[in-house]
């Protein structure tokens, strides 16, 4: 799958209140938050790559973002490669749960992979006509709206990157600010 | 956590009865055939750290080895230290389930690790007094009794060892008669 992803700084109340004004167009997913902590590897530089290794600590919200966490803690190891497509910001990915977080943690520490950065948030995912809309409130960095879509062709990434850009404006927010920098980077550039 | 494992070539057939003959000393716990796959590393020999990485994919024989699966496939994902008792075989290890066999395999290929080698065998689980008692028939390899223990300090091993010759001596089985290759060393050296 090609995930095609624009995200944009924004007051997520705000959003959240355009969301909610659409009616049954809009649907409140799930929220979770998210501890996520990235690793160098021990053979090439990821940051040179733009390659990133993620084992993401992830515990549900049930009522949203500030809310208190219900549930227990899931992780997931996740892959991300290079970018295909820069203006969309569209990466193979590959991604697993895992039912041992120390023990995961413990294979890549075993293969030389080293802990670089930890971001933790706060996520509300909502559904809008079929299009994932994430509201985002991220320690030491900011708030963040995602809209995001996932294809399975790298033929379709054009049309997809336009439905993003459509779903944006329609939230009021403009494609136009759109931060290309991941959530680790920004942390890592302050 | 510290494993102790001594493994001898055995009829299992014949060792099976043994167990049979214990009573209630011994139990049959549970069968599972499984189809390993291990990797090679982009950034270190594997051959030459005495280290493994390995996906395993599991499917359990509830009739015990020769018996039609039962139930779903299941992944495991784990990684095997140096060895740090060579008489015991002694590594350290961690091992996690992965929800995801496919996307598991597609990390560890975005990474940069092949696969190198696959080993498949049939494995019944047993229990004598407490130490855990293995039959494995290895496709392409042959049949082997494996004595297993844990212990959680380094310090435990010596002991452990004793108490794993003294279960193979118990089945019939002489711990001179060890074999520490692997079972990827096996099929690989054929």
Chains 1, 2 share one sequence.
């Not at 355009?18 to 049954?24: F, I, M, P, Q, S």
């Not at 706060?122 to 006509?129: G, P, V």
């Not at 030491?140 to 944006?168: C, H, K, N, Q």
Request: aromatic residues 6%.
């Amino acid at each position: 799958m090609y995930e095609v992803e624009i995200k944009v700084p924004a007051a997520v109340g705000t959003v959240r209140e355009r969301l909610v004004a659409e009616g049954t167009n809009a649907e409140r997913r799930d929220a979770r938050r998210q501890r996520d902590v990235y690793y160098d590897a021990p053979h090439r530089s990821f940051a040179e790559t733009d390659e990133a290794l993620r084992l993401r600590h992830e515990t549900p919200l049930s009522d949203g973002i500030g809310s208190e966490p219900t549930g227990g803690t899931e992780a997931v190891m996740t892959y991300k490669g290079p970018l295909i497509d820069d203006a969309s910001k569209t990466r193979e990915e590959h991604e697993t749960g895992v039912t041992d977080a120390d023990a995961a943690a413990g294979v890549l520490d075993g293969l030389g992979f080293t802990p670089a950065a930890t971001v933790s948030k706060e996520r509300e995912f909502w559904a809008l006509d079929g299009v994932t809309v994430t509201l985002d409130v991220v320690e030491e960095v900011g708030e963040f709206v995602e809209v995001e879509l996932a294809v399975p062709d790298v033929g379709d990434v054009d049309e997809a990157r336009g439905r993003a850009v459509a779903t944006l404006d329609r939230i009021g927010l403009d494609a136009d600010d759109q931060v290309r920098t991941s959530y680790l980077g920004l942390l890592c550039s302050q």
